[in-house]
């Protein structure tokens, strides 16, 4: 949780800052409502604003709105001064906090605003059960295996554990060890010592150590490499680290809570898991069902999307047609929460109206099926079928470009149809203004480009992630994790090249 102060707070600012770090947030502090805004531009970040009742709350909450920056805002003043209180509230503020701080009392803003942003939203009753289990587990120190498919919401349901534990008030940290290649794994987790290695400027805390008195969730455990497991087991059988480089082993508290997308005892089995790890991580288990198996969520889960998405993009209040609903009920999910997220974050941006028809609702399977498919032959130009299509819904055919595979290439990972890169050109804006490099792209976001990008990309250097980070100026760990997210979404993605698939 990272706060941001803005203005003195009636000269209470310490003691307020104090009361929420000891609550295991992160304090920043400007003085001005332009300060704040500056802070929140430059992506400083922050999860919640806690702002002077003597400011302009009403222009600080327009401005943030107007620049569609979505973050909850409470004001503070003196407690007597009900006439400012309601004025906030009326401004947009969420909370008023009545100055001197009472610690109780900011604690459970922190915690609302916490479980806000990491609800978990169910009403079925196989979710239902699980979260009872969950609740169940919280507040032992055992360490938990949440297993469960690609986007179940394994992560959501380790924060959901941690804030009903005894350790709420501290830290909860989290790695994926699937995004961080190996070798930098062993420091991620554990830290270094200066000079440990090339590039080792500096000491460094690993996150047990920043996790230490909390919990820490070990994302997409089964990834860990056999050698790094080791050194796992060891910190928590001996409760005690040691970071790279140094001989001084470090005392560490942590509650470890580790998801996986495989079956463990599958993997075990396979020699890939050490099997004492196995046991001493799966005390308890907790196994998230997918959404196809708790159809009782799809409504609910529908409308969360729809409401979240409708305010991080400044669009007024959005609802569901019973026919939508209909369509969302009926279709086959795969399993993955990100898919439906995904459809109604689309559904938000096409639809017109309050009322969120099923013209708006783009399945995935629509957007993959392949040519001749059932799902392929919705009549091109409904605004479902491909909502990139000109008039007429036709496609315009773009030169071949990186959303094409090179002559020679693998077609297999060219975009998939709705994907197609360049395809969509609204007019001719494009080919007039004699811009060649935006030919072709007018009229697509600019994730769709940069995903037909790095797809092409990476299909031209025959999977080889290394080239293609190079190639594409990112980092291979922002390249892994765009991979991840598009195979979640169901698109195509080249397999690692024949030199790294050894280390993958
Ligand atoms: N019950 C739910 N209510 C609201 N949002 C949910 C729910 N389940 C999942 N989500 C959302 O779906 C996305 C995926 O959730 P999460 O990252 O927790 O899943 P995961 O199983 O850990 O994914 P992965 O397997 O990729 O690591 C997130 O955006 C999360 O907020």
């Not at 140094?246 to 396979?270: D, F, G, H, I």
Request: aromatic content about 4%; proline content about 6%; charged content about 20%.
């Amino acid at each position: 949780m990272r706060l941001l102060i803005v203005g003195t707070l009636e000269g209470y600012i310490t003691a307020a800052g104090k009361i929420a770090m000891q609550r295991g947030a992160k304090v920043s502090h400007t003085d001005s409502i332009e300060g704040a805004l500056n802070a929140l531009r430059a992506a400083a970040g922050a999860d919640l604003v806690m702002i002077d009742v003597k400011l302009d709350i009403a222009t600080f909450i327009e401005s943030l709105k107007a620049e569609r920056i979505t973050i909850p805002v409470v004001a503070c003043g003196i407690g007597t001064d009900a006439a400012a209180a309601v004025k906030a509230i009326r401004a947009g503020a969420k909370e008023y906090i009545p100055l001197p701080p009472d610690a109780e009392l900011i604690a459970a803003v922190l915690e609302a605003v916490a479980e806000e942003s990491h609800a978990i939203v169910c009403q079925d009753p196989a979710m239902l059960a699980t979260l009872r289990l969950a609740d169940q587990v919280a507040p032992s120190d055992a360490s938990v295996l949440i297993t469960g498919e690609s986007g179940t919401g394994k992560e959501l349901m380790a924060r959901y554990i941690h804030r009903k534990s005894r350790r709420s008030d501290a830290p909860f940290v989290a790695v994926n060890c699937a995004a961080i290649p190996e070798n930098l794994l062993e420091s991620e987790l554990f830290g270094h010592e200066k000079g440990a290695f090339t590039g080792a400027v500096a000491r460094r805390l690993g996150r047990f150590e920043e996790a230490n008195g909390g919990t820490l969730l070990l994302d997409e455990l089964s990834e860990m490499h056999p050698r790094l497991q080791a050194k796992l087991l060891r910190a928590i059988q001996e409760k005690e680290i040691d970071r790279i480089g140094s001989s001084q082993p470090v005392k560490v508290n942590v509650r470890l809570v580790a998801t996986s997308n495989r079956n463990l005892e599958n993997e075990v089995r396979a020699g890939n898991f050490r099997e004492d790890l196995y046991f001493r991580l799966n005390v308890f288990s907790v196994a998230i069902p997918s959404l196809r198996e708790r159809p009782a969520d799809i409504p609910m889960i529908a409308d969360h999307f729809l409401k979240k998405y409708a305010q991080a993009n400044g669009l007024g209040e959005k609802r569901l047609s019973d026919d939508a609903l209909l369509m969302l009920r009926a279709h086959h999910w795969r399993g993955n929460v990100r898919e439906l997220e995904n459809t109604m974050h689309r559904a938000v941006l096409l639809s017109k109206s309050e009322t969120v028809g099923p013209d708006a609702i783009m399945l995935t399977s629509q957007l993959l099926a392949p040519e001749g498919s059932a799902q392929a032959s919705i009549p091109t130009n409904s605004p479902v079928a491909n909502p990139f299509a000109g008039p007429g819904g036709t496609v315009p055919q773009a030169p071949r470009g990186y959303g094409q595979p090179a002559p020679g290439y693998p077609t297999s990972y060219a975009p998939p149809p709705g994907h197609a890169a360049g395809a969509a050109a609204y007019g001719n804006a494009g080919a007039a203004s004699g811009a060649p490099a935006v030919q072709g792209l007018v009229g697509r976001t600019v994730a769709e480009v940069e995903r037909d990008l790095i797809i092409g990309t990476l299909s031209h250097c025959l999977g080889n992630r290394t080239h293609a980070a190079n190639i594409l100026g990112i980092s291979i760990r922002t390249l892994r994790n765009k991979l991840k997210q598009y195979s979640e979404e169901g698109v195509p993605v080249p397999p690692p090249g024949s030199e790294e698939r050894a280390a993958y």
